[in-house]
């Protein structure tokens, strides 16, 4: 790209905000993955306007001064309502590549304007960000994507504690200092507390994603005390060690049924056939979804994605469909334990109860959406970023071979040495001093889970991948009251998978190719992984 031309992008985003990092990227003139797989919302045959145009004239004044900006190109939509207010408007703009046809639907006109308006407001960020600190954080930029170690270690020893206009706060790069502001009561989990909270909100009204009247609780991921401590206390109870432990032996036959198919043949790809089916399968059977439908199960995970991940979302039309087909689903389901009671998960919790006090309807729908999106992402990326660790370092899947019975400590490395969630995120509730610096209320403070894994103040070697290391204080779960429920899930099936992996194909390699990783910002996967037995 250009370095003097601006080209906005747009994101497969929930709520119908913007991707900020999507935008950052065309804000500092670098190729975006978003932009590159055909999702850039302000593509040809847009209009170039003329540098006496009046959204030129605007950009520019936003930018600040020193930004050169020659060309920027908007939506038809949106151009249309700058020079002829009284003209229709079409639906929808124009969207070009491979997946066209989903990011186009329910693209309209307001959503196409306040991503100009965003990348309007984020091209002047980047240039404050710059001048103030010297350094722009951008995990989206085709560097970081591929490997974002470099990124947060240059952040971690030249400003640990980086102010980003452009994610409307700061973020934290320590190990020390995430675990502090996720222990810290000061500091809310729960996103309405944003101080662009309300402005979302509208945008995923306007999106069709929200109901103005629609109770806006939150789900247990993203609430507080007292709400959070008693949903997790009634859902822990289906989430007990002994309830875990009953269901290593079907992850094992799981496992095995899978790898039966895939020993036979002298290539696969891992994540699509193996790392992806796994974790859907088990937490398919755990709420008691019939085998016929574990292939829509595994579509409504894909999509619920994008409330943990704005990156990995589908798009406004597609994830109302999604939530809206699930919470039928799921809901009917629920009701049928209630009447008929099984040995399952949804029966555990519809009846758990703490107190006399039992899930309301829609917590328990949330609480599903979270477990299915939540689990199976996590433990599918833990799996292929894994598999790969392993792949390009042989000397420690030699060891872990020889020492089977050292497993444990083994994954507990691999979720340090590239966890499957790189960020979380928190708001401060008062004005604060932290470490020097001053947060402001409502502002959005991003904690680097990937980078805090990595702190050399807390682990030796921490850039070498060490399955012997002991005392391994990983934030990959998180830490305090929101440590990952499902944790010991995890663990068990990426226990299972990676031992029956290198157990039943011990000349396992991987195959020549392009490492590509998904397009995610808060988390972190593979898109593919061809290995050969």
Known sequence: MNPTRTTAVGKKGSGGATCEWALLCAAEGQECPLDAAGYNLFAPPAPVLTPDSFYHRRFRRRAGAG???????????????????????????????????????????????????????LAGAVVYERLETGLVFNPMSGAAMQDPYPLYRKLREADPIHRSRAAHGWVLFRHADCAAVLRDPRFSADDRNRNTAEQERRAAIEDGLADP??????????????????????????????????????????????????????????????????????????????????????????????????????GPAALKQTVEEFRAFMGGIAAERRREPRDDLMTALVQAEE?????????????????????????????????????????????????????????????????????TMRIPTEDLDFEGHRFEKGQQIILVLGSANRDPGIYERAEELDLGRKENRHLAFGFGIHFCLGAQLARVEARVALGALLERLPGLRLEPQEIRWRRLSFLRGLETLEVAG
């Open 67 to 121: 930004i050169a900006v020659s060309e920027f190109r908007v939506p038809v939509a949106l151009e249309q309502t700058i020079r002829r207010p009284k003209a229709p408007t079409p639906k929808a703009i124009r969207v070009v590549g491979p997946s066209a046809t989903r990011y186009a639907r329910g693209m309209s006109w307001r959503r196409s304007w306040r991503n100009a308006r965003e990348a309007t407001r």
């Open 213 to 314: 009247e629609a109770n806006r609780e939150p789900i247990m991921l993203r609430s507080d005390p007292p709400g959070h401590t008693r949903l997790r206390a009634i859902v822990s109870k289906a989430f007990t060690p002994r309830a875990i432990a009953a269901w290593e032996p079907r992850v094992e036959e799981i496992t095995h049924h899978l790898l039966d198919e895939l020993v036979q043949r002298p290539r696969f790809e891992l994540i699509r056939e193996f790392a992806v089916p796994l974790p859907v399968t088990i937490i398919a059977e755990m709420l008691g979804v019939p085998s016929e439908d574990h292939a829509t199960f595994r579509r409504w995970s894909n999509h619920l994605v994008g409330f943990l991940d704005p990156a990995a979302s589908p």
């Open 355 to 423: 107190a006399g006090d039992r899930l309301s309807e829609n917590e328990l729908l949330s609480t599903l959406a979270l477990l299915l999106a939540a689990g199976n992402e996590t433990t599918s990326n833990l799996i292929g970023n894994s598999v790969l660790a392993l792949l390009r370092n042989p000397q420690q899947a030699a060891r872990i071979r020889a020492e089977p019975e050292a497993m444990d400590g083994a994954i507990e490395e691999l979720l340090r040495w590239d966890s499957p969630v790189q960020f």
